[in-house]
């Protein structure tokens, strides 16, 4: 019998805390033994850099979905690199705006790859999604945006997070909300997106038949405005808050990291909630801000505007 490894989904749309819930689960167990996949939808890699300290095996795969045609086949093949890692468990932490399409037959092109290769000595046992939800946004994003709801559709098991940020009544809203997508979904509620994983074993189906829909937002000419501001320098960390609270107005995610008098940070902004806390060490993180708008509209003139209403210069900003 061949020698398996245990994979594992991360879903969940930008700012759930997928990124949050992968350093609980590298920091309760033995790192060396677990991989980790990070799926970007920008070109900038900022998921990667934030789980960079741990010691588990990590690699970054950017400037689009996973599950999209353009990136499918360097998907494949980075599993088929994992296979030749010493490792048990595998997470893949889907970009935030990914539609998660069917694992089997992702597997089953990987399968076909590795026999071509020769290379069959190990093969994936594929356990299941883990979806996470944002208890503040998720019901306002679930009615307006595909991603989001197709996430929940291909997940049996939904990881409620941040239900400190809603009212008694407003996580039942949020439940009800999920189980009219997924009837059978079991909710999981926390903060921090803290879960034990045993629970895995009990609640986790692997592929499911909602996988194999074929309405998708997996498509290159649907994706939303997005860009990377360029933050080269040191700034005001007060006038960086002002210019976030300009821009948030019309973004569903910013994040990044910037160098201040006050030290390095780095910035994680959902819908117009920000956060900003002390970071480290800044010479391995690349200081910059991905930004990621609701709507397709352009908006770098609006973004170099606002940036220099609040700097009273000129930024660097190039459109993904």
């Not at 095996?57 to 990136?71: R, T, W």
């Not at 020769?118 to 019901?139: E, K, M, N, P």
């Amino acid at each position: 019998m061949k020698e398996t490894i245990d994979l594992y989904l991360v879903s969940g749309f930008l700012g759930a805390g997928k990124t949050t819930f992968l350093q609980h689960i590298l920091a309760g167990m033995d790192t060396k033994r677990v991989g980790v996949i990070v799926n970007e939808y920008g070109v900038v890699g900022i998921d990667g850099k934030v789980l960079e300290d741990e010691d588990a095996s990590i690699m970054e795969i950017n400037s689009g979905s996973i599950f999209c045609a353009c990136l499918k086949g360097d998907f494949v093949k980075t599993l088929a690199d994992f296979l030749e890692k010493p490792i048990d468990r595998l997470y893949v932490e889907a970009s935030g705006m990914a539609d998660p399409s069917s694992m089997s037959d992702l597997l089953s092109q990987l399968n076909f790859l590795l026999e071509k290769q020769q290379r069959t000595t190990r093969q994936y046992h594929y356990c299941g999604s883990i979806c996470l939800v944002d208890a503040g946004h998720f019901i306002d994003l679930s009615m307006s945006l595909v991603a989001p709801v197709n996430q929940i559709k291909k997940s049996n098991f939904i990881l409620l997070n941040k239900i400190d940020t809603v009212s008694e009544e407003g996580r039942k809203k949020v439940h009800k909300r999920i189980l009219e997508i997924r009837p059978d979904a079991v909710i999981y509620d926390t903060t921090f997106a803290k879960v034990d994983t045993k629970i895995f074993d009990t609640y986790l189906t692997g592929e499911i038949s909602a996988s194999r829909e074929s309405v998708s937002s997996n498509t290159p000419w649907n994706r939303p405005f997005e860009g990377v501001l360029s933050l080269p320098d040191t700034y005001d960390l007060s006038k960086m808050k002002e210019f976030l609270t300009r821009i948030t107005t019309k973004m569903v995610r910013v994040k990044g990291f910037v160098s201040t008098a006050e030290g390095f940070y780095y910035v994680s902004c959902v819908g117009e909630d920000i956060e900003i806390t002390k970071s480290r060490p800044e010479e391995r993180k690349e200081k910059s801000l991905v930004v990621i708008a609701r709507e397709e509209e352009e908006l770098t003139p609006w973004i170099q505007k606002e940036w220099e209403a609040v700097f009273s210069c000129a930024c660097i900003f190039r459109r993904e």
